[in-house]
């Protein structure tokens, strides 16, 4: 394997052993004397930008974002947020803060990626699954620094259509999370295994829409 996905927990450990610029470059340079590159990477899996404080919530990811970039990701997948409102039950009117909150922080993030070609993509959750709802947010913020990451296993447990979504992304699609499953919860199964998804409509939504990212399987 020569390029993969840097995860979660092993940014917090490499966040955990000192400033994020010089711990990411040699972290770089001792993958790339193995062979080894990381054009994506799993932001802060539990990270929330919807939720109180926002503004540690925000500082934290901008940490995040300067170690990858120190290791060469591109392309760092996040959770759109939201989680913790949507599992609390608030009351009607939370959607309308939970997007303002969504864009706010977004727009926050990609200020301080200004000038790198770095790119934020977001992931397609349960509480956001459908390509629309992340373009809101991409468009409402308005910055090249925010794409998006197709989870085809999230899709799958809504009985998303896998082709539709691509094309709606379109250009906007710069990472993905291969994983298949049988629609009842995520199982992270490899591709063309026993799981549902439709693998054919993955693949012709990637080559309608030139998808040149990273085929990364979130497989254990």
């Known amino acids: ?74 392309c760092g997948v996040i959770h759109p947020g939201g989680k913790a409102a949507a599992s609390a039950g608030e009351e009607a009117g939370a959607a309308g803060r939970v997007k303002e909150e969504r864009i706010g922080a977004f727009a926050a993030l990609c200020e301080h990626l200004r000038g790198t070609d770095f790119t934020i993509c977001l992931e397609n959750v349960p509480n956001a699954p459908a390509a629309e709802d992340l373009l809101q947010i991409i468009d409402a913020v308005g910055s090249p620094a925010l794409g998006i990451c197709l989870d085809t296993g999230h899709l799958n447990l809504v009985s998303g259509d896998q082709l539709a979504f691509i094309e709606s992304a379109g250009s906007r699609l710069r990472a993905l999370h291969l994983a298949d499953n049988d629609g009842t919860r995520d199982q992270h199964q490899i591709p063309f295994g ?14 309608r829409v030139r998808y040149g990212g990273l085929l990364n399987f979130e497989i254990p």
């Open 1 to 74: 394997w020569m390029h993969l996905e840097l995860s979660d927990e092993h940014g917090a450990a490499l966040l955990g052993r000192g400033r994020p610029g010089s711990v990411g470059e040699a972290f770089r340079r001792l993958a790339e004397d193995q062979g080894v590159r990381f054009p994506q990477g799993h932001l802060k899996l539990d990270a929330d930008v919807t939720a109180s404080p926002r503004e540690t919530t925000i500082s934290t990811l901008e940490r995040w974002l300067d170690l990858f970039m120190a290791v060469g990701v591109r």
């Open 194 to 207: 026993l799981g549902t998804v439709d693998w054919e409509a993955v693949c012709l939504g990637l080559a």
